[in-house]
Nanobody
Framework: VQLVESGGGLVQAGGSLRLSCAAS????????MGWYRQAPGKERELVAA???????YYADSVKGRFTISRDNAKNTQYLQMNSLKPEDTAMYYC?????????????????WGQGTQVTVSS
């Protein structure tokens, strides 16, 4: 499975962006999908994840601002990011796991995208 992200860019604080991640094949069998981010000098963190059944996980830092969704018919997942803050600036990576959200929280995944840069100016 190849994952290709799009939708990153430069936005002012308080603005919004929507990231998309398209998979190269049917991802219905993939149990969980999610978005990680990594800023320079910081550890990678799981921002949001969604199971095949629609159960979601969000990092505390983005709860109430970010929404993850998936469209299995289009082999695509999305991350809607609202009320963006400068601290959201990072490279965002799409990931997919044939296990569970819990394993993604532990940093384990089976498939990884090339990343898309999100920069939030103050």
């Amino acid at each position: 499975v190849q994952l290709v992200e799009s939708g990153g860019g430069l936005v002012q604080a308080g603005g919004s962006l929507r990231l998309s991640c398209a998979a190269s094949r049917n991802i219905f069998s993939v149990s969980a999908m999610g978005w990680y981010r990594q800023a320079p000098g910081k550890e990678r963190e799981l921002v949001a994840a969604i199971s095949s059944g629609g159960t979601t996980y969000y990092a505390d830092s983005v709860k109430g601002r970010f929404t993850i969704s998936r469209d299995n018919a289009k082999n695509t997942q999305y991350l809607q990011m609202n009320s963006l803050k400068p601290e959201d600036t990072a490279m965002y990576y799409c990931a997919a796991s044939e296990e569970t959200i819990a394993t993604m929280i532990l940093g384990r995944y089976d498939y990884w995208g090339q990343g898309t840069q999100v920069t939030v100016s103050s």
